[in-house]
């Protein structure tokens, strides 16, 4: 019973800091003519209420797709006429055609934050919650930690409350996979996997990590018995979800096309705005947009991505197990976010959901590493007004996860998982036994480095010749972190020596 009271009290906890970020200031706020992303997810409300399926993506005199056009898959579409409906309701001004573009007002304002919050309610925190209540080996108050820390990572809130986006659906969606293929319950995993890869075509970066996972499964079982059966069973279900999804979109092959010329713009360059990833560091001394051509920028940074992941992906094939499953579900969504084509500042958060799910295994690094995140996308929501959401938000967080795992007592070998990497590596450097003394350097190195920065950013003028030098800094420094995290976790993979044992494995 205490347990339940306290997991009520933190779930009210993450909702009242939830609602407390959606009281500032949102994307595009009162920045005629594009706004930003309130108004991009307001407009689609109004395009899908008003326009027949078959214009959602098609540009016309009704839909110009230069003005914020549809570039999600359906299932987004889809709950932006729900959401649009609701509005008709409250107040048909709010999607009338045309004459609703920039529609701003404290009423709306209230509406659209009641959307986030009831998809979050609705599909993101009860996952959150399962899945902590099902983690092993842990004490009812230590789940009940575990479920504060998540609720409160900061760059989820400001992005979906502050920035405004609803990107707890799609990665609600994806944790319910994760919980679904970990306890055994395959068919409804898969299906709750492509219900968010049908809501946000980013979840690719989750894709292969279930892919493996579940085509290990099958090889386990054994592809002449239960394993080929298990492989019809997905592929049917994979196959149906998404002709129920993309029915509407079917009728015309051209239909179809569109579709995915929207979700997959190619053209629009390697990346996007100040993007923590490779190509945008590299930008600062290399300008490989201007020097490449085009296709060839597609080839070598599906090259980059693809071998990045290639090593989690072919151990979880030949060892399913759920551990090895949530480190893959790391290493390759940082992959995807380091080096593919076409990244937003946005898609940390892709990276930050694995992160989280592994934060009571590995509290000091996911701490670290969901700090850093959140610091990455500073540019973005420095743009957005919301310094002082973001500096409180992740003090409470750094709060909560230093006082419910005592991150700095959890520095040793072991509980950093490098003990069989470290004693791989003492048998050729006996010497090698400073690694946790160096980890705690570093970790104080990269606060050091992050508040310096940000005081930075906020007090003061950069150099007219250099109008973006700070926000450029903010993305180096973030990237060379990410890029030191992409090794340790596929260190931790590599040399993991629990996977056998499935240690805190979910049931």
């Not at 997991?7 to 009162?30: D, F, I, K, Q």
């Not at 609703?100 to 404290?106: A, D, F, K, L, V």
């Not at 051209?254 to 997959?264: A, C, K, M, P």
């Not at 090259?303 to 759920?322: G, H, N």
């Amino acid at each position: 019973m205490e347990k339940w009271y306290l997991m009520t009290t933190v779930v009210l906890l993450g909702l009242t800091v939830r609602w407390a970020v959606s009281l500032n200031s949102y994307s595009g706020a009162g920045k005629p003519p594009m706004f930003g992303d309130y108004e991009a997810q307001r407009h689609w409300q109004e395009i899908t209420f008003n326009l027949p399926v078959k214009q959602w993506y098609f540009n016309s005199s009704d839909n110009n797709l230069l003005y914020w056009g549809l570039d999600y898959p359906p299932l987004t579409a889809y709950h932006s006429l729900l959401c649009a409906y609701m509005a008709k309701f409250i107040n048909p001004d709010w999607i009338a055609l045309h004459t609703s573009r920039g529609y701003e007002s404290q009423a709306h304002k209230l509406f659209m934050r009641a959307t986030v919050l009831i998809a979050d309610l609705l599909i993101y925190i009860p996952a959150v919650v399962l899945y902590c209540c099902c983690l092993k080996e842990m004490s009812s108050k230590k789940k009940v930690a575990n479920v504060l820390c998540i609720l409160l990572y900061p760059g989820l809130i400001l992005i979906d409350y502050g920035h405004f986006q609803y990107n707890s659906v799609s990665l609600g969606f994806a944790l319910w996979g994760v919980l679904g293929v970990s306890g055994h319950w395959d068919v409804l995993g898969s299906l709750a996997f492509c219900l968010a890869l049908n809501y946000k075509q980013m979840e690719l970066y989750h894709s292969l990590p279930f892919f493996c996972f579940l085509l290990g499964k099958c090889f386990k079982k054994g592809l002449k018995g239960k394993g080929f059966v298990l492989l019809i069973k997905l592929a049917c279900t994979v196959v149906a979800s998404f002709i129920l999804c993309w029915l509407p979109f079917f009728s015309e092959k051209e239909q179809t096309l569109q579709v995915l010329r929207r979700l997959f713009p190619v053209d629009r360059g390697l990346f996007e705005d100040k993007v923590a990833n490779l190509w945008c560091s590299l930008s600062v001394f290399l300008k490989i947009k201007d020097i490449l051509p085009h296709h060839t920028q597609i080839i070598i940074s599906f090259c980059f991505t693809f071998l990045s992941l290639l090593p989690a992906c072919i151990k979880l094939t030949l060892q399913p197990c759920p551990r090895t499953f949530r480190f893959s579900l790391v290493t390759c969504a940082l992959s995807f976010f380091l080096f593919s084509f076409h990244v937003h500042e946005k898609s940390i958060l892709l990276v930050s959901l694995p992160v989280c799910l592994v934060l009571s295994e590995i509290p000091f690094m996911s701490t670290w590493f969901l700090l850093v995140s959140t610091f990455s996308m500073l540019p973005l929501l420095l743009k957005d007004d919301l310094l002082m959401p973001t500096v409180v938000t992740m003090m409470a967080f750094f709060i909560a996860c230093a006082t419910s795992f005592s991150i700095f007592e959890k520095t040793s070998e072991e509980e950093l998982q490098l003990k069989s990497f470290s004693i791989s590596v003492r048998k050729y450097l006996p010497c090698f036994t400073f690694l946790p003394r160096i980890m705690q350097r570093l970790f104080l190195i990269s606060v050091i480095t992050m508040v310096l920065l940000t005081l930075m950013t906020v007090m003061l003028d950069p150099p007219q010749k250099y109008p973006d030098l700070f926000s450029v800094l903010v993305c180096f420094v973030s990237c060379l972190k990410l890029l030191f995290f992409l090794v340790y976790f596929n260190i931790v993979i590599m040399w993991d020596s629990k996977s056998g044992r499935n240690q805190k494995k979910v049931n």
